[in-house]
């Protein structure tokens, strides 16, 4: 037999329902905020200690970082994977995981003590797989948060905005990845990319164009071969003296120096 459900129940539950609901509206709101305000955060880093060539003042920096570490105390609690709804594009998320990348090596390098270089195999594994990060919640470590969560997402131009704050990477801008503009962005920082000898230069008499050594690591990244021969197909359409057909591709040997401001 049912039994009528006391009318005090009914308007307990009715209320409980509207502040759950009312609570779950400002926690949105709040994220979100949080998110610009740790986004303002970033930029008073990139605007204050890095400048118009993208070499950073990692000695300064080491003496005032507040701001680098509430952008990176938020990026310890939040990701797309943890809060997917501050996240609802592709754009959005491209854009996180580039200002992420780039504060949190910026962090390890400070943190690190402003080592002067990663030469070695062994330095780099030390630097990029065997320092924890904290990413929304989850551990992980620089290397495998390219490799494994970025990369992923099959952008090729995001390997001219990520920075591992060493002289052979791309420029680091003086202002965040923004959702809204990301697609210029990453079209002028590919095309900037470009136009710098250590990036990119030829030999006419030996018929060979020299690229990064980013395009010879990634290269499954940028031409579905796999092949170096192929790079030209990608890197031509942002140059404005293209790869001659017929030329043969090298590698320029890569500068892990730290990118500290003189």
Known sequence: MLRATPLSFIRSTSLLFIVSVFFSGFTHATSKEAYEE???????????????????????????????????????STSPKSHPELFPTRN????????????????????????????????RAAFFKFRGVVIGGKKTNLYDYENKVIRPLDEPRIHFALNCMVKDCPRLPQQPFLAETLDKQ???????????????????DKNTAYLSWILDVY????????????????????????????????????????NQQP
């Open 219 to 258: 290269v499954d990244d940028f031409v579905e071969s796999g092949k170096a021969k192929d790079l030209a197909s990608y890197v031509n359409p942002y140059l404005d003296k293209p790869i001659p057909e017929g030329y043969k591709i090298k590698f320029i040997k890569y500068d892990w120096t730290v």
């Open 186 to 204: 990453f079209d002028e920082a590919t095309v900037e990319f470009f136009t710098k000898d250590n990036h990119l230069r030829f030999d006419h």
């Open 92 to 123: 959005d998320v491209l854009a996180y995981h580039s200002n992420t990348y780039n504060a949190l090596t910026m962090h390890e390098v400070v943190k690190k003590k402003i080592p002067k270089n990663f030469s070695s195999f062994f330095k």
């Open 38 to 76: 740790a986004l303002k955060h970033w930029s008073k880093v990139l605007v204050e200690f890095v400048d118009d060539k993208g070499r950073t003042d990692f000695i300064s920096l080491k003496e005032k970082q507040d701001d680098l570490k509430k952008m990176v105390d938020f990026i310890a």
